[in-house]
């Protein structure tokens, strides 16, 4: 293999607008500051992304159920579970510039003025000092817009789990230890959005609430730190470009007992991908306080408790951006550059093309018509008769489609296809009725980032 590619943030950006992953939003009205939309690859790799974690969440687990709760909740959650008044970021001024920052982040902004500064650097610099700033969306329910009317779009999904605890617990009979898994959009006013999708004032959260006897708390975090890890593993992230790191006491949440963050090595250097919580009785016990209802676990004996709650968190956008940083790729292939999405083939957006080798040639057209029918009926396939073959195979290889079925004269003459791979570029012949068994087998198999460790 060549030496490796240097991944930056602008190749990435670059490549999911030119593929259709990603659109700046609001394009024609001049955009909104870091804002995005998702175009059809984009789509197609976030419902990956999506199923896969709800594979492990909840198809491959007993101990695991679904919940989604509305968006807007009643205001008074977000009172009893710390937001209204805890959920705010420090946030400074520059009066020179007129820039905003979050004072936790200064060591990582640019000066307004001076790019190659912090802010607070240079003599011009003349920061506030620093005042609270709520992250929440406020919004109004109905026609009055009093004080009374006042509701927030949720920044976390949890809430909306812990609200329901009693419910599952009473209706799905489970006992600690169990959780519940949620998908769906977050909101956050974050003072400095930015670096592509990573940090983004909209976006969607995995969440994952496990209620554990308290005794055991310390136990499960550990436990679910390895397993997140090992999800990711097995998703094709490379093992030294994650690390776990646990949190100083001083930069945990208002709710947290003991939070480690998964780490991934993002072109703007390590950061958090995903924040494994232990959330203690903090929230169940908020609750019962607030609402008067008793959140708490009675078990068959009478014995009662409050279970802890260890939380694994993670938005698709944070996984997004890792997994095509981490599967960019570009190298020159018999004298020709081509640039390659190496992602797993659990994750690509599509499993394989099926492309005619002569678009003109009705024969070939009509046996890859076939067996693109037959394909797509299971996987999500693509197919292509559009411009001369190697401009095909770029652009499968730009979306990052492993597999590429070509039709060419030899079908016509013994019913076999080629079928090129995307990493390694081998080609084989293989029947075309054992197609659909291939990739079946082919989609099953382990698979491992050939850009190494
Ligand atoms: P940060 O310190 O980066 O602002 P946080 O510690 O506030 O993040 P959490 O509250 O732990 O973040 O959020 C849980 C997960 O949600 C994060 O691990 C990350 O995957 C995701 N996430 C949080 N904020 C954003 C955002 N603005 N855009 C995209 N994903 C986000």
């Known amino acids: 293999m060549a030496e490796t590619t240097e ?11 030119r593929r259709g992953f990603v659109f700046p939003s609001s394009e024609i009205y001049g955009g909104l500051g870091s804002t995005y939309d998702f175009g059809h690859y984009g789509v197609l790799l976030r419902d990956n992304i999506r199923q896969l974690w709800l594979r492990a969440m909840v198809r491959e687990r007993d101990d695991i159920v679904a919940l989604d709760s509305a968006i807007i909740l009643n205001p008074k959650v977000w009172e009893a579970s710390g937001h209204v008044g805890g959920f705010t970021d420090p946030l400074v001024d520059c009066r020179t510039c007129k820039l905003r920052f979050r004072e936790d982040q200064l060591a990582d902004a640019q000066c307004g003025r001076k790019p190659s500064k912090h802010p607070g650097e240079t003599p011009d610099c003349d920061l506030t000092e620093a005042r609270q700033f709520n992250l929440m969306f406020e919004t109004h329910v109905g026609a009055l817009e009093d004080a009374s009317s006042a509701a927030y779009l949720r920044p976390e999904t949890a809430q909306g789990i812990f609200i329901n605890f009693k419910n599952v617990l ?55 730190i390895e397993a997140r890890m090992a999800w990711y593993l097995k998703y094709g992230l490379r093992e030294s470009m994650l690390r776990v790191r646990e949190h100083g006491e001083d930069e945990r949440s208002h709710y947290s007992t003991a939070t480690s963050d998964i780490e991934y090595l993002y072109p703007i250097g390590w950061s958090e991908l995903e924040g494994i919580a232990n ?117 499968q290889d730009e979306i990052g489609t492993p597999f590429a079925f070509t039709i060419d004269e030899q079908t016509l003459a013994d019913s076999t296809v080629t079928v090129r791979d995307r990493d390694s570029l081998a080609q084989e012949r293989l029947p075309i009725s054992g197609v659909p068994a291939w990739l079946g087998d082919a989609l099953r198999r382990d698979w491992r980032s050939p850009k190494g460790g």
Request: charge should be neutral; include cysteine; proline fraction near 5%.
């Open 7 to 17: 991944v930056t943030m602008d190749k990435i950006v670059s490549l999911c607008r």
């Open 170 to 224: 009473q209706l799905a009979r489970r006992k600690p230890p169990f959780g519940i898994a949620q998908i769906g959009k977050a909101f956050r006013n974050e003072i400095t959005p930015g670096n592509f999708v990573f940090r983004v004032r909209e976006f969607e959260l995995m969440e994952m609430e496990y209620f554990v006897p308290p005794n055991e708390a310390a136990k499960w975090h550990s436990y679910w």
């Open 279 to 395: 959330r203690g009785a903090y929230d169940l016990t908020q609750h019962t306080e607030h609402s008067g209802t008793k959140l708490e676990y009675v078990g068959e004996g009478g014995e009662r408790y409050t279970p802890w709650v260890i939380e694994p968190a993670v938005s698709i956008e944070r996984i997004f951006v890792a997994l095509l940083v981490d599967a960019y790729d570009e190298e020159v292939v018999a004298e020709r550059q081509r640039t390659v999405l190496r992602l797993h083939p659990a994750m690509a957006p599509v499993k394989a093309a099926v492309l005619p080798l002569i678009a003109r040639d009705e024969n070939m057209v009509g046996h890859a018509r076939k067996l693109y029918e037959e394909l797509r009926g299971e996987w999500l396939v693509e197919y292509d008769d559009g411009g001369q073959i190697g401009r095909r195979y770029r652009r």
